[in-house]
């Protein structure tokens, strides 16, 4: 059950970072037609670093459960 706590957590500092990138995002691409957009743009990069993050981390974590094969 501790575990389960930890991710909820994690997920939590998770999204509140991706509200900040956003916010700083909006401000630095404010030119390209307003702060809505610049604000998508952001949380569209973030969402895309955590998914990369989240799929290495996913694929490292099986690459250690299966048994490598010894000639």
Do not use: H, R
């Not at 706590?5 to 999204?15: H, I, K, M, P, S």
């Not at 916010?23 to 998508?40: E, K, Q």
């Not at 895309?48 to 993050?53: L, S, Y």
């Amino acid at each position: 059950m501790k575990n389960i706590w930890q991710y909820v957590l994690l997920g939590v500092v998770v999204a509140v970072g991706g509200m900040f990138v956003s916010d700083l995002a909006g401000d630095f691409f404010n030119g390209m037609g307003g702060y809505g957009f610049g604000c998508i743009l952001g949380i569209c990069m973030y969402l895309c670093v955590v998914i990369v993050t989240c799929t290495g981390i996913i694929i490292t974590k099986l690459n250690k459960d299966t048994p490598s094969e010894k000639e």
